[in-house]
Nanobody, 126 residues
Framework: QVQLVESGGGLVQAGGSLRLSCAAS????????MGWFRQAPGKEREFVAA????????SYTDSVKGRFTISRDNVKNTVYLQMNSLKPEDTAVYYC???????????????????WGQGTQVTVSS
């Protein structure tokens, strides 16, 4: 099992930036594709971004394309989410997760992710 701890959330004004970090420990971090998800109040958790094991391929949900960047450092066992041009609708608890099984080509299916962090709150004020 991989233990994941997110950090970097906070309160920011619209148009601002935040960088989230997710530190992993346990099984070999570099073996796993990593994803970021978020859950806004009263809404279901949704896919945000994913990155392959060697950072060769990244995927994003349409609403964050061009504003968010996912990256990883396999030496530091950490995955990042750089969030720019933040909007109030980005307000949510953000979670990182390891993709422990691959059933489909789409990297955003939550049932393919086995390890989850506790989440970090991001609040964007208008």
């Amino acid at each position: 099992q991989v233990q994941l701890v997110e950090s970097g959330g906070g309160l920011v004004q619209a148009g601002g930036s935040l960088r989230l970090s997710c530190a992993a420990s346990g099984r070999t971090f570099s073996r796993y594709m990593m994803g970021w998800f978020r859950q806004a109040p009263g809404k279901e958790r949704e896919f945000v971004a994913a990155i392959t094991q060697t950072s060769g391929t990244t995927s994003y949900t349409d609403s964050v394309k061009g504003r968010f960047t996912i990256s990883r450092d396999n030496v530091k066992n950490t995955v990042y989410l750089q969030m720019n041009s933040l909007k109030p609708e980005d307000t949510a608890v953000y979670y990182c997760a390891t993709r422990t099984r691959v059933v489909t080509s789409f990297p955003g299916r939550q049932n393919e992710y086995g390890d989850w962090g506790q989440g970090t709150q991001v609040t964007v004020s208008s």
